[in-house]
């Protein structure tokens, strides 16, 4: 019993080691991988049935451990497309077939129809903003010219309170060659066409106690290129805005709504105005809305917001990338492509988005190398050389003891 | 962490570092432009002690501000020192006696209006003591045509300085045209570079630029949005810039006239000059040409008007029978005689003459100015000297007792509001020295004040060479420390593999 079960011992010892080095081989093959997780063989006891007298040696099991929940290296790249993630999750990837798998490679590169797909042919899957909740693939694909109309402005000035009060007759509202006002501002506000149209924005005291007259007038219908007054059509809006006439706040009268012609209701947010001893001034002046353009380029935020950036500078969130993450990562089945499918012992998978939930962050430009280290795959590679002759030492050994056992009958 | 990683470090740091190196030697190739603003490489460590490089822009934003806003002062105060100039050569004073003003009475020098009236009242007395000399006749005739030229001479100059100013408001407003529909690229090429977060500093030196040559045609303030974008605005509040460039229209004039009302450089239809403007330009050099062309030459044109007409209303020749012929234009005389002119008649100025009925080379006669007749010699009503006597001289004595006579004058005109006439030109010629030295000593601090506000911006935000090479120094030290690690690694990774042999 003895000599054969050395023999068998030093035999799993070395298919043990030869594993080992499987692993090793692995790990150094794919130092440079993105997002790989290191391998690792986990030797385990098998004993045999050994009395008080005797031993009957066992042999060794293996085991063979991914360290999937270990973070890589973060090393930067110049695509904006290339994604890494910062602490816990995966992202979500569906291969051609449609299967879904989990994976930390993010080398994502857009393809033809819009979609990114990273090098093991994975595509990224995310929620279409601003209220999607399907898991679809993000697209990110040129939509052609996009034009958005405006709806919300924010004008806030300072009008001053020493202004001369403005006859009711002579208001811009009264439309007529002999207008004029205390203050005026222009603004760009976009139609649903994407043409611009020019607001002209008259500010009127008209009277003494805090009360503003505001109109809106169609820059288009300016009677000519050097008055303005009279209009070819009436205000767009007219309303009051007051102030108090004694502190200078804004007291009321605030948002302005604007039809503007083939276009949204324009909110115009006068609130932060004030009417105070200072030369009549513009201290913000913003709209939304924009002219066509077309997809210039996308980035990411940390939050895995997929934003396409227009020609014209106007930012659209588009999609979010969506995290997943299971309760047991390291029990995670690993299949070809630096992915991973769930299994009975890692968990169901959880979805959330990037920075919640427990979720890592998206880092843009950015790639998470192989966790591999050379220098302990190297040692580890000598100590699993050794112990392979060692195995095979015992083997030797074991054999030659049987070989004086043969050779006793025949001298 | 381990071998792997610690070569990935030092590998991530030479990228940085050559980044950094790049910004510096961009730094040391921009220190001698001045609108170039100094770019700052940090480095920020990722996990894992990857290192990446951010560059920002040096900015200083109120300095900066500083420097539009003096810009325009100084260029507005520097037009209207220039006009001033300009006219100042119709009172031809001599540049020793400009620079010792305080010193030198204005009045008596050069070929200034008041000096040709002092020569002319002086001529006047001599031929007043004997006039059967027609030698002294015709030095005062010569006198008052060289006083009547010099108005018609300072009024054309007047009017050249106006329609100059005028040309060059158009100048400044296509000037002003191109820059802003310049600021459309940079600005967009802004907000697109914020979005992606791109380099956008290169696009900012070139936006500054373009706002500081805007400032120089107008006065401007700005502001900047969220995303990047920025709105231009006159110093008044009037919309240059949000999101599309306004178009700036100004028509020119092709003829300036006295009276002659120069047009208004109007913003998508709101006037930012001119008397209809509710929210006129105060700076820039628009602003001081508007003003050089619109209040200063006007102020001037009318102190010359003021002064023909003083001198018209003085040689006027009234009914010496005490009957009720009217009183006409004498020696002085204009286009819309027979009728006298009203006090700083428009036009005056530039058409008075000198009666050909005086003047022996047009067929006139020197004794019409002692007799008293030459607004109409026919009309015997007029002729003081019913004996016809050679030695006459009641009418001249007259005459020059009327020159010393104080008169009331315009007095919005700047100049004295009454006096006599020598008296007001003489403050005409003050009053056009005392505004172009206070223009050019405007001018000068405005200058100074520019300079001033350039060097401190350049000190915030240019580039120092020193600071510069130091940095140099510090990252070629740090380069070979992160080249020394990773031959460390190389050397360490080839004592493992010979372990292995």
């Known amino acids: 019993m003895g000599l054969f079960s050395a023999l068998n011992t030093a035999v799993s010892g070395m298919a043990a080691q030869a594993s080992k ?27 045999g049935n050994s009395g008080s007298s005797d031993y009957s040696s066992g042999g060794v099991l293996t085991d063979v451990r991914y360290g999937v929940s270990t973070q890589g290296t973060i090393t930067s790249t110049t695509s904006s497309t290339d994604l890494a993630i910062s602490g816990n999750g995966f992202f979500v990837g569906e291969d051609s077939s449609g299967a879904q798998a989990l994976t930390r490679a993010g080398s994502f590169t857009k393809q033809s129809d819009g979609t990114l797909m990273n090098t093991a042919g994975y595509t990224l899957m995310g929620y279409q903003l601003p209220s999607g909740s399907t898991l679809q693939a993000i697209n990110v694909g040129s939509t052609g ?43 760009t506000a976009y139609d649903n066409l994407g043409t611009p149209i020019t607001l002209d924005v008259y500010m009127t005291k008209s009277d003494t106690s805090g009360d503003y007259s505001v109109s809106v007038y169609n820059h288009s219908g300016a009677a000519s290129s050097t008055s303005n007054f009279p209009y070819s059509s009436s205000a767009l809006t007219t309303t009051s805005l007051a102030f108090n006439a004694s502190t200078g706040n804004y007291s009321s009268g605030s948002p302005i709504s604007v039809t503007i012609p083939n276009g949204n209701t324009l909110s115009i947010d006068m609130s932060k105005s004030t009417m105070l001893a200072a030369k009549s001034s513009t201290t913000t002046s913003t709209i939304d809305g924009s002219a066509p353009a077309s997809l210039k380029s996308i980035t990411v935020g940390s939050d895995g917001t997929v934003n396409q950036v227009y020609s014209n500078g106007v930012t659209k969130a588009a999609y979010q990338v969506a995290l997943a993450n299971v309760t047991s990562p390291d029990l995670l089945t690993t299949i070809s492509g630096d992915a991973y499918t769930t299994n009975s012992e890692s968990g169901s998978i959880v979805l959330a988005t990037p920075g919640s939930g427990g979720m890592g962050t998206i880092q843009s430009s950015s790639l998470e190398g192989s966790t591999v280290d050379l220098a302990t795959e190297l040692t580890d590679m000598i100590s699993a050389q050794r112990g392979y002759e060692a195995n095979s030492k015992v083997l030797q050994t074991a054999s030659d003891l049987l070989g004086t056992l043969n050779n006793i009958r025949v001298s | ?70 810009t325009s002062d100084a260029q507005s105060a520097d037009a209207l020192s220039s006009g001033l100039d300009a006219l100042e050569q119709t009172v031809n004073l001599t540049s020793s006696a400009s620079n010792s003003e305080s010193s030198t009475d204005k009045t008596s020098v050069g070929t200034s209006p008041a000096a040709l009236l002092a020569s002319l009242t002086a001529a006047l007395t001599s031929y007043a003591a004997a006039p059967d000399n027609t030698a002294l006749g015709q030095a005062f005739l010569s006198d008052a045509k060289a006083l009547a030229s010099k108005l018609n001479a300072a009024s054309t100059t007047v009017q050249t300085v106006r329609k100059q100013a005028d040309t060059d408001i158009a100048n400044a407003v296509t000037d002003a045209n191109a820059l802003l529909s310049q600021f459309t690229a940079v600005n967009t ?77 109007v913003v998508a239809g709101i006037p930012i000059t001119g008397s209809s403007s509710v929210m006129p330009l105060a700076s820039g050099s628009i602003a001081g040409l508007t003003g050089l062309r619109d209040t200063t030459t006007v102020a001037y044109q009318n102190q010359l008007n003021q002064i023909a007409s003083g001198l018209v209303t003085v ?27 009203s006090t700083g008649q428009t036009g005056l100025a530039a058409a008075i003459t000198v009666n050909a009925n005086a003047d022996p080379s047009k067929g006139g006669s020197l004794a019409r100015m002692r007799d008293g007749n030459v607004g109409d010699p026919t009309n015997a009503a007029y002729n003081a000297n019913t004996t016809g006597a050679a030695a006459f001289s009641t009418r001249l004595m007259a005459l020059g007792t ?100």
């Open chain 1, 21 to 47: 080095l499987g692993t090793i081989g692995d790990n150094i093959a794919n130092s440079s991988t993105t997002g790989y997780k290191r391998a690792s063989t986990e030797f385990e006891t098998l004993l």
């Open chain 1, 145 to 187: 010219l996009v034009a958005s109309a405006s709806s919300s402005a924010t004008l806030s000035v300072n009008l001053n309170s020493a202004a001369d009060v403005v006859a009711s007759g002579s208001l811009p509202s009264a439309n007529t060659s002999a207008s004029t006002y205390t203050y005026t501002q222009q603004m």
């Open chain 2, 1 to 70: 962490m381990g071998l792997s990683t610690t070569l990935s470090i030092a590998q991530a740091a030479l990228q940085a570092n050559a980044n950094q190196t790049t910004v510096v030697s961009k730094n040391i190739a921009g220190v001698n432009d001045a609108g170039y603003s100094r770019r700052i490489a940090s480095l920020t460590t990722q996990a894992d002690g990857i290192p990446t490089v951010t560059v920002s822009r040096s900015s200083n934003t109120e300095l900066f501000n500083q420097l539009l806003s003096s």
């Open chain 2, 189 to 265: 090429a802004i907000v697109t570079g914020t979005a992606t977060g791109a380099d956008i500093s290169d696009q900012q030196d070139k936006r500054d630029s373009i706002l500081t040559a805007l400032s120089k045609d107008m006065g401007i303030v700005t502001t900047t949005n969220v995303d990047g974008s920025m709105s231009i605005y006159t110093d008044s509040g009037v919309t240059l810039f949000d999101r599309k460039p306004n178009t700036i229209t100004f028509s020119p004039t092709t003829t300036f006239a006295d009276g002659t009302t120069g047009n208004a450089v």
């Open chain 2, 315 to 341: 040689f006027a020749d009234s009914d010496q029978t005490g009957g009720s012929a009217a009183t006409i234009p004498g020696l002085f005389t204009y286009s819309g005689s027979p009728a006298m002119p």
């Open chain 2, 402 to 501: 009327a020159l010393n006579t104080a008169q009331t004058f315009d007095a919005t005109s700047g100049a004295a509001a009454s006096g006599t006439l020598a008296a007001y030109a003489g403050s005409s010629v003050s009053w056009l020295e005392a505004s172009r030295s206070t223009a050019t000593a405007t001018s000068t601090s405005a200058s100074a004040l520019v300079n001033q506000a350039t060097t401190s911006l350049s000190n915030s935000t240019g580039v120092n060479l020193d600071d510069q090479l130091s940095q140099m120094l510090d990252l070629e030290h740090s380069y070979s420390a992160s080249a020394e690690l990773m031959s460390t690694v190389k050397s360490m990774f080839g004592s493992l593999i010979s372990a292995m042999q």
